[in-house]
């Protein structure tokens, strides 16, 4: 199977639109007007094979010259697609449109034409001030001073330099502020994205110390810029989630919503602000039980790409299907209409056929433990075992994310209700070694572990029931330490140890408990 270095001109073409492949050929078509160019064959070998197979090319073309030299080819034509892509897109967005400028400058400043440099040069700031775009702004100031000193300061007052050296100091000083809060953002989301949400103090005295920072003491205020804004409040709900803080979450989730549909212009080119701000929303209200309100904001996260204008792509379905699809899964799940939830196992294997390659291995892993969530949850613990399965012979192996890890345990909880025996014993080690190498001690594993461990052993059924009791009970104070209650966002211990205590319905016992939830909301 070839390595993705050595098929990066298939996946290149393949991403191509039916309109970029035309463009693409008339591009061609005027550099070699009779048609059958060394680029033109290449292109359509490579776009007729799903998946990438080199042999088959160099099969194809043996008779070919450029063959001789395939990777070569292989280069110049991904380098010429990538040119065309960019003509094509010249248009596609502020960014897009002000770097063309910006070089339509420098080759008016070449040949000496300042005047028109100047002109063309004021709408490139005026465009990037609209759009707030700091990076373009500093660029264009640069160009500024490169006219001032060209002309030897003809017609410039000291007022004019100052004004100069003020607005670039002054945009400098906010792209600073932005670049500190994204960091600190990447710092908090690369906790909450190897760790999960806190479930120990060193990790909570880790976020603390985070938000001591000074970018974080005040809201930068309707002074600074609306992504300086977001990122705050951005940080602050995500740490207010980690902390399992639902209402603190949702207060900065709703703050951000507002800033992004104040200020449609800055953020319409970002999607994924967005769709992420309002998904993340939805799931904090089915945190707070406030389950009418998720359900209004899921239907408004649907239509929210036709409101923004964002334009197709597979950027937009990708972001789409994953964060669509798993806000249901896990609304279904919460609710214990697990029968709904397995009704998306089709559209999650739709897309994980369509997405794969494109979908990160965090987001893949979620899909796999919530269909198998919502098998176990529906009392299919043959389809629950096989997506189980695929979840951890596809993680890594220093992969000892919240996924992974109560990926085993649901492994061990199917493979007790199913009567497996013969493998709990072999499971329950690998599940010891791997928490104990991962150093996971916290409470609610160690408990389960040794629970399920007695209870393989036990040789009567009251001494079974016995277990279960004293389980139940060690539960409830466990899962009251706030640190411990994170386990609550991968499956409902609560409802599964009453299950098998009064036959009642694992389904049943999440809803109860769902409703409960509504009614304390």
């Known amino acids: 199977m070839p390595r993705k270095s050595q098929d990066h001109l298939h ?13 693409f050929k008339l591009h061609i078509g005027r550099h070699a007007p009779e048609g059958g160019t060394t680029q033109q064959l290449l292109f359509d070998g490579i776009a007729d094979l799903e998946p990438y197979n080199e ?33 094509y897109h010249a248009e596609s967005s502020v960014d897009a449109r002000l ?53 030897n300061y003809a017609s410039v007052t000291e007022g004019d330099l100052e004004t100069l050296a003020g607005g670039a100091s002054a945009v400098l000083e906010e792209q600073l502020r932005i670049d500190g809060l994204w960091d600190l953002k990447s710092r908090l989301l690369l906790i909450l994205y190897r760790e999960g949400q806190v479930r120990d103090e060193g990790t909570r005295s880790r ?24 990122y705050f409040h951005h940080i602050h709900s995500a740490a207010a989630f980690a902390v399992c ?63 923004w204008n964002m334009p197709e792509s597979d950027d937009l379905n990708l972001k789409l299907f994953s964060t669509t699809t798993s806000l249901e899964l896990s609304i279904h799940s919460r609710l214990g209409a697990f029968d709904k939830a397995i009704e998306l196992v089709q559209v999650v294997e739709r897309g994980l056929a369509r997405h794969g390659e494109r979908l990160g291995p965090v987001r893949k892993a979620a899909f796999r433990y919530q269909v198998a969530y919502a098998y176990f949850g529906a009392g299919d613990h043959d389809k629950a075992m096989r997506w189980l399965n ?56 160690p408990l389960l572990l040794t629970f399920i461990r007695n209870l393989s052993k036990a040789r009567s059924e009251d ?54 939830l509504k009614d304390a909301a």
């Open 55 to 87: 042999s088959a090319i160099r099969s194809r073309f043996k008779h070919e010259a450029f063959i001789r030299h395939l990777a070569i080819a292989k280069r110049r034509l991904y380098e010429t697609i990538l040119r065309c892509l960019d003509a």
């Open 11 to 23: 996946r290149l073409i393949r991403s191509m639109s039916g309109a970029e492949k035309r463009y």
């Open 207 to 230: 976020i603390t110390a985070l938000l001591q920072h000074p970018l974080l003491q005040q809201d930068p205020g309707e002074g600074s810029s609306a992504k300086a804004r977001f």
């Open 390 to 445: 695929d979840l951890l012979n596809n993680a890594g192996t220093g992969d000892s994310s919240d996924t992974v890890c109560f990926g085993r345990m649901l492994q061990l909880i199917t493979l007790l209700g199913s009567g497996r025996t013969s493998l709990l014993s072999y499971t329950l080690r690998n599940t010891e070694r791997f928490l104990r190498t991962r150093e996971r001690q916290y409470r609610f594993e």
């Open 99 to 151: 770097n063309r400028t910006l070089h339509h400058v420098e080759i008016l400043y070449q040949r000496a034409l300042y005047a028109d440099a100047e002109k063309m040069l004021h709408s490139a700031r005026r465009l990037a001030e609209v759009h707030h775009r700091a990076p373009a702004l500093l660029a264009v100031a640069e160009w500024e001073r490169r006219l001032i000193e060209c002309h």
């Open 463 to 516: 001494a079974r029931r016995s277990l279960m009791i004293t389980f139940r009970e060690e539960l409830g104070t466990v899962l009251a330490d706030p640190l411990e209650q994170p386990v609550l966002d991968h499956f409902d211990p609560i409802a599964w140890i009453d299950s098998t205590l009064t036959g009642k319905g694992y389904d049943a016992l999440v809803r109860d408990r769902a409703l409960a």
């Open 245 to 307: 803080d639902m209402v603190t979450c949702q207060q900065h989730l709703e703050a951000n919503l507002t800033i992004l549909n104040a200020n449609k212009e800055q953020f319409s080119e970002e999607p994924n602000l967005v769709l992420g701000v309002m998904s993340n929303l939805i799931y904090t209200y089915t945190r707070l039980g406030r389950y009418t309100e998720a359900f209004d904001l899921l239907k408004r996260f649907r239509t929210a790409p036709s409101q």
